[in-house]
């Protein structure tokens, strides 16, 4: 039982679902740049996956004080009293040291400096600044650009090729709506813990506006890729247009419907669904060449 028990806290405070995804945009750059997945990709994605674990445990460690404040955070690990903040420090620290040693050891130095620059971003520089201003989102999206290269370069790509900036650019963009959304939908949440609050910056048909905006971007970028070369099978490059046709006229309804209740959660799953659609476009379509 205690076992058991001691397994759920691990993949809370790890926050898998979103540590497997910033995996699989790993597989994507891999994939991308190699053309092909072989067993050379396992310690990275390997260690990406465990340094992103210890980031978002190191993330717990530093949010405790705001997360007892929140109804949606009060009963994780640290303010529920299940686990010791310095458990989870040391848990984060023995994570982040074995991550960023298998990326070394199943790539390169520098595939390994761009895992540890996702974190310093994660964790050195949007979780603080998130707690001043409440557009930390824009420059804190830099974080998701970061794990396709890591792929990228693991897969033997070069940081100066255009389409790794590309690639970075989509995942970057796609980040800005996902975390926009996110907030918009626990923004009572987030003004009763002390953050600051979008909704008490700007008024809702301007939340609305800004983000139909970031999420045509984020449909465009993804056009990009479809042109640039990334994907070349005309069947993917289909799917790219319908997805990115589907997810503007999806979210343009923000912007004609003006009796709708802004319902961020339902859009921030669509968003999603787009995303991890991209990413099986992107980790199968060079597989298929």
């Not at 995942?171 to 918009?184: A, E, K, N, T």
Request: charged letters at 15%.
């Amino acid at each position: 039982m205690k076992l058991t028990n001691g397994l759920k806290i691990l993949l809370e405070l790890n926050k898998v679902r979103i540590t497997v995804l910033v995996t699989l945009t790993t597989l994507a750059g891999y994939v991308l740049a190699k053309n092909t997945i072989d067993v050379d990709v396992i310690l990275p994605l390997l260690g990406i996956f465990i340094l992103a674990c210890g980031g978002a445990a190191l993330n717990h460690f530093q949010d405790r004080d705001k997360d007892a404040l929140m109804e949606r955070t009060k009963n994780r690990p640290i303010p529920s009293g299940k686990i010791s903040s310095n458990w989870v420090l040391f848990i984060a620290v023995v994570e982040i040291v074995l991550g960023t040693t298998l990326i070394y050891l199943g790539s390169n130095f520098l595939a390994a400096q761009l895992g540890l620059l996702a974190l310093l971003w994660y964790n050195g520089f949007y979780t603080p600044l998130k707690r001043k201003t409440a557009f930390a989102v824009i420059p804190g999206s830099v974080i998701g650009a970061i794990p396709p290269m890591v792929g990228w370069v693991s897969g033997g790509g070069s940081l100066a090729d255009p389409h790794a900036l590309i690639l970075a650019f989509f995942f970057f963009i796609w980040q800005v709506p996902h975390f926009w959304l996110l907030m918009l939908k626990y923004g009572r949440e987030y003004e009763t813990a002390g953050y600051p609050s979008i909704t008490a910056k700007i008024g809702e048909r301007q939340i609305k506006v800004a983000t139909f905006m970031w999420t045509a971007a984020t449909a465009i970028s993804a056009l990009m890729i479809a042109v640039s070369g990334l994907v070349t099978l005309m069947f993917f490059k289909i799917c790219i247009l319908i997805a990115a046709i589907w997810l503007i006229a999806v979210f343009s309804k923000l912007l004609w419907d003006k009796t709708e209740d802004f319902k961020p959660f339902h859009y921030f799953m669509r968003i999603n669904y787009f995303v991890l659609v991209m990413i099986i476009v992107l980790s199968v379509e060079p597989l298929l060449r």
